[in-house]
């Protein structure tokens, strides 16, 4: 019912038939398009054949009972001598279609998101109106959302999961929100729990329901997680279009939002660029050859075949010329079905900060090593050195056997070992100085503020410009690009809001101070036309770049011009003088071109400041952080409560029973009438405690990163409450490029 709500899904109320009459009716299809090729060689028959399998037909044949020979590892042949004959199989197929609702995403068994290509995490948080940031996020906790109000598509299904999620933990819940959709889907729970589900003896257990858009500071940072490093510098596998976008694009127009496009979770962990390196390329190219040719499908009864198989594969693998393409394949993930083993080191390192994580993976390879029987030659430091990471894992892949059995470890070494090299490492630490001076600019005064994010968009302005005259395209080691300068002001307008919540009527600096920030960026737009590709600037593209020719081409003629007149100083100057008035005809349509391009990018430019203003404003217009119990202004504990997210001081005043404002208890049926009827004689039940409960489920509406992973662990032990099972989880894992992109790219309503 909660996806047939949906106006993108293709499937109604009766979805277990009419997902079950689609498969047949594809099935038939297939069945067709194998009986029209059978006139055809048979080569031709498998090329065909095999693309259907790539499409996951085989996938979904092998999955039933009555066909046990069909597995998924059979050769192209043996599909086509089945499914060559229809008549025979035709008689055999059974569909049977069930229901498996823990569609989850696990990093540890504490930690788990939704699937990025998921229909809960692709399901809009919030329509587009004044209060809406993006359809990735809630929108702001003002306290005015009422029961009427349509409810987004993303809070129907999260409330659904989370229900099927405690049946089937069997935990009765104790529902605590904080915001106004957190507080949506605890009603929408409440409305789903029965009077039979109260009464049952089932083990209790609190869930916290937090919106994200009360904290956009935490996702925003570059923190000390080795995870979100590993996150942010490794490549992630291209994101695709669903056919369910596309069948919906029409309905899109007219219910809503479209789906969203998450960035998929799928990390490649480039393990052919570590062992490409390797110092004989011959011994890298047989351990390249006899990984593939393991990976690849063996069947004993159909030898001859594959061996030709094989034979051409060595042929590839030994071609310098495919072997880029060709090693593509073999790239590492952090858990998958073989890979079981990385799990308990994933839980290890997410708990963590980046140094101790660093040290971890390494003394698990030293482990690991000591325990293969294996000699590596190196030099070993007391601490911890990237260069000890890479011999180490070499020696560890150099035999297959050695290779399969430390599967885990390896890909989180090499994952390791990317995040933390020079090129993503000095990106990060840049990351990491800048927002540590906004935030002490931010405790001083509005003009300090200002000038440190103006600095900022100058030198990323700068830099820019020369990479424009080189003829460069990727940033430079350590200097940060435009579209980070941007991510670095929309952290400033944040930590201003919070420090200087009343110094402006239309933003948190004065017009003058903001009116340079303007020009500055104005500038940097004018002077790098490549980031036109952000929302903002869509339709400027051709342009701003036909306006930097322009410009370049006005320099090198005007230094000719000059060389020529000194020059020709003496020559007669009558000759040019018709000409003269055709170059100032030609100037005054240039000027007023630049004028009109200035003026449109003005406009573009004032439109980011007013988004940005509401950025500012989360502070007062978010409920729960008006009085200021979250922010810096609070003495409730002291310097280090101040630095850390809001699920670290959420959880730091529950479990020691602290008010916390805007928290608010979703009582049950039963609950209610005690609480209203039976109170009155003295048997009215007391208000449950989040710090009562021994399991606590943390669920954040819109995301969650590993840096509030390990405080929330922190804010456990700090309480002296080791005895709490805790599990955090989020509607997807958000990296500080995630957020822009929920902010100002392609996902947001700005």
């Not at 929309?490 to 420090?499: D, R, S």
């Amino acid at each position: 019912m909660a996806h047939s709500s949906y106006p993108d899904s293709p499937l109604g109320p009766d979805a277990y038939h009419e997902y079950e009459s689609l498969l047949v009716q594809d099935y038939e299809e297939l069945v067709k398009k194998s009986k029209t090729k059978s006139t055809l060689p048979k080569d031709n028959n498998l090329r065909e054949i095999s693309t259907f399998q790539d499409e996951g037909w085989s996938q979904q044949t092998s999955s039933e009972g009555d066909i046990p020979h069909l597995e998924s590892s059979l050769t192209g042949s043996d599909i086509y001598d089945k499914i060559g004959h229809p008549e025979d199989i035709g008689q055999k197929l059974v569909v049977s279609v069930h229901h498996f609702p823990m569609i989850l995403c696990p990093f540890s068994p504490r930690v788990f998101v939704f699937p990025s290509k998921g229909s809960i995490a692709e399901a809009y948080l919030s329509a587009e109106h004044k209060d809406s940031l993006s359809p990735g996020l809630p929108p702001l906790s003002t306290g005015l959302l009422s029961d009427g109000d349509d409810v987004p598509p993303g809070a129907t299904l999260t409330a659904h999961f989370l229900y099927h999620l405690a049946a089937k933990m069997d935990l009765k819940m104790e529902i605590f929100s904080l915001g106004d959709l957190s507080r949506t889907v605890g009603k929408i729970l409440m409305d789903m729990s029965s009077l039979y589900d109260v009464g049952r003896r089932r083990r209790s257990a609190g869930l916290l329901i937090v919106d994200r858009t009360l904290d956009l500071l935490t996702p925003c940072c570059h923190g000390d997680s080795l995870v979100d490093r590993m996150f942010s510098s490794l490549p992630r596998r291209e994101r695709t279009t669903s056919s369910n976008q596309v069948k919906g694009s029409q309905t899109q127009l007219k219910h809503g939002p479209s789906n969203l496009q998450r960035a998929p979770l799928d990390v490649q962990i480039p393990l052919q660029e570590i062992l490409r390196e390797e110092d004989c390329m011959t011994d890298n190219l047989r351990l390249l050859e006899s990984i593939e040719a393991f990976l690849c499908t063996w069947d004993s009864s159909n030898s001859a075949s594959q061996i030709v198989d094989l034979t051409n594969l060595s042929k590839k693998v030994n071609n310098k010329g495919s072997l880029n393409s060709e090693v593509e394949l073999f790239s590492g993930s952090f858990v998958s079905t073989e890979n079981f083993r990385g799990t308990p080191y994933l839980q290890a390192i997410l708990d963590r900060r980046t140094k101790d994580g660093a040290i971890l993976v390494k003394k698990w390879l030293q482990e690991t090593v000591r325990r293969e029987n294996i000699n590596v030659n190196m030099k070993s430091h007391p601490g911890f050195a990237v260069s000890e990471l890479q011999p180490m894992i070499k020696a560890l892949a150099r035999s297959q056997p050695s290779l399969l059995r430390n599967k885990g470890i390896i890909q989180l070494a090499a994952a390791a070992l990317v995040a933390l090299d020079e090129s993503h490492c000095v990106r990060w630490d840049a990351f990491i100085t800048a927002e540590n001076i906004l935030s002490a600019s931010a405790g001083d005064t509005t003009q300090s503020l200002a000038a440190q994010i103006g600095d900022i968009v100058n030198k990323s302005a700068l830099v820019g410009s020369h990479q424009q005259k080189d003829g460069k395209t990727k940033a430079s080691q350590g200097v940060l690009s435009f579209q980070d300068a941007l991510l670095l002001i929309v952290t400033g307008y944040i930590l201003a809001g919070e420090n200087f919540p009343t110094s402006g009527l239309d933003g948190p600096f004065s017009w003058q101070e903001e009116h340079l920030l303007k020009e500055a960026i104005v500038d940097a737009i004018l002077e790098n036309p490549s980031i036109a590709k952000l929302k903002f600037l869509h339709g400027l593209a051709e342009d701003l770049e036909a306006n930097l020719s322009r410009m370049r081409f006005e320099e090198t003629r005007q230094v000719s011009s000059n060389q020529l007149q000194i020059d020709d100083f003496d020559d007669d100057q009558w000759g040019s003088w018709g000409d003269e008035e055709t170059d100032n005809n030609n100037d005054k349509e240039q000027v007023y071109g630049d004028m009109q391009l200035k003026l449109e990018l003005h406009d573009r430019v004032d439109n980011l400041f007013r988004f940005l203003h509401k950025l500012s404003s989360l502070k007062t217009r978010n409920l729960p952080l008006r009085d200021g119990a979250f922010t810096s202004e609070s003495s409730f504990i002291g310097d280090p409560y101040t630095n850390k997210g809001l699920l670290y001081k959420l959880l730091t005043r529950a479990l020691g029973k602290y008010d916390v404002p805007g928290l608010e208890y979703h009582s049950s049926t039963v609950g209610r009438l005690f609480k209203s009827g039976f109170g009155r004689f003295g048997l009215g039940q007391a208000k449950p405690s989040l710090a009562d409960q021994s399991i606590i489920l943390v669920f954040v509406i819109g995301g969650i990163n590993g840096l509030e992973v390990r405080e929330v662990q922190e804010a456990l032990s700090e309480a002296g409450r080791p005895d709490i099972e805790l599990i955090i989880c989020g509607t997807t894992y958000l990296s500080p490029d995630d957020m822009l992109d929920l902010l100002l790219g392609d996902s947001s309503y700005f």
